[in-house]
């Protein structure tokens, strides 16, 4: 477990890997996409890249399930080097844009949807899911139920505030808005506890309060992975 803090990120800074790497394979209509427009403009979005899908970037032959991992260049890398299935809707995207990026990569299985509608009988090596959890999707405890027993591991960052922050949304299909409370660190510690011994080197001080954002909005990210029923260690 670790948390996104100034030092990491100015350590990671040095080299800055994933930017050297977009820079290396992306193609003139990449930039384009909203996910590698985030990755170009957010060094601690690339850190966190780094920390999730560094190692698959220099490996082959895995199976990947990324849920809600966009579209980029280098998503283009991870699909031609691993069995790779991206799992998102895809809602920041145009459909002509992401026809292009099909296109320029025939080697990706892609499911447009959210991770429910996944029939989840396949078995992964690894499953991804960055920046999902648990703000943009609140089922962190649901996903980890689905996703650990068909993985060998499961490898998360997870989104908190260490102050209130409020959502006022309203419903699809319904005539009812509604006031969501974003997680804090003590809501987020208390679902992994319940799954405590599946997390390979916790470290439950990452939830301490304290530590400046390196967003403008104040969330704070911790990244983790986690052992599935298919681990085997060594």
């Not at 280098?74 to 895809?90: A, E, G, I, K, M």
């Not at 969501?180 to 599946?198: M, S, Y």
């Amino acid at each position: 477990m670790r948390r996104l803090t100034e030092d990491f990120r100015a350590a990671y800074l040095v080299e800055d890997s994933m930017g050297a790497q977009l820079d290396a394979v992306s193609r003139d209509f990449d930039n384009r996409l909203t996910s590698q427009r985030w990755l170009r403009e957010t060094p601690a979005k690339r850190v966190c890249f780094e920390e999730l899908y560094g190692d698959l970037l220099k490996s082959a032959g895995l199976s990947i399930c990324d849920v809600g991992g966009g579209l980029s260049a280098l998503t283009r890398v991870l699909s031609r080097s691993h069995s790779y299935h991206l799992v998102d809707p895809l809602v920041h995207d145009s459909d002509e844009l992401i026809a292009m990026y099909i296109e320029s990569d025939l080697s990706m299985r892609l499911s447009r949807t959210g991770w429910t509608d996944l029939p989840w009988r396949e078995t992964y090596d690894v499953v991804v899911a960055n920046d999902l959890f648990p703000n943009v999707d609140q089922r962190l405890d649901s996903f980890l139920a689905t996703a650990l027993p068909v993985s060998k591991v499961v490898r998360l960052s997870l989104t908190f505030y260490e102050s209130e922050r409020v959502y006022h949304v309203k419903r699809v299909g319904a005539d009812e808005t509604m006031w969501i409370l974003a997680w804090d660190g003590d809501r987020t510690r208390g679902v992994l506890e319940r799954h405590q011994d599946r997390i390979i080197e916790p470290d439950w001080t990452v939830f301490d309060p304290g530590a400046p954002s390196l967003f403008p909005n104040g969330r704070q990210v911790v990244t983790l992975e986690m052992k599935g029923d298919l681990y085997h260690d060594g």
